[in-house]
């Protein structure tokens, strides 16, 4: 998992790779049985009452291989049977399903001095710290 903070959002992408060699005989074939990325970016705003509020947008791209000998191979070894019971029990062992990361927390981010202010801009500097423009809140 690679976390990032970027701009005004934040990036967070998660990457899962299984790589399976099998042989049978004098024959072997390889690959990534499971190779999935999901990516969620978190966009930084401020809603009409001056908090801090997050925008998701996620992508997900699946890269997975199914690795296979000719069938003049397979005939005599099999192996195409072997890889595909392999790439079953492999995906549904690593559960191949990647789950989102909440980032709400970042939603109920109070800045010191209470209800006394509000946000006008947010973003992250080139250091990845918080940096947030503020107003006074309007009393009434």
């Known amino acids: 998992m690679t976390i990032s903070f970027l701009g005004e959002a934040i990036v967070i992408e998660q990457h899962l790779v ?3 060699y099998i042989r049978s005989l004098q024959t072997g ?3 990534n049985l499971v190779d999935r990325t999901l990516t969620d970016t978190y966009a930084l705003a401020v809603d ?4 801090l509020v997050t925008r998701l947008t996620s992508k997900s ?3 997975s291989q199914k690795p296979g000998t000719n069938d003049f191979l397979n005939f005599f070894t ?3 049977d072997l890889i ?3 790439a079953e029990w492999t995906r549904n062992f690593t559960n191949t399903r990647l789950t ?3 980032v709400a927390v970042v939603q109920n981010f109070v800045f010191p001095g209470g209800r006394t202010f509000v946000f006008k801009s947010g973003r992250f500097s080139d ?3 918080l940096v947030a423009h503020i107003a006074y809140a309007d009393p009434s």
């Open 127 to 129: 250091n990845q710290d």
């Open 61 to 63: 791209c699946d890269d």
């Open 29 to 31: 074939e390889g690959g």
């Open 18 to 20: 299984v790589y399976v």
């Open 100 to 102: 989102d990361i909440p």
């Open 78 to 80: 099999g192996l195409n």
């Open 84 to 86: 595909d019971k392999v």
């Open 48 to 51: 009409q009452s001056g908090r």
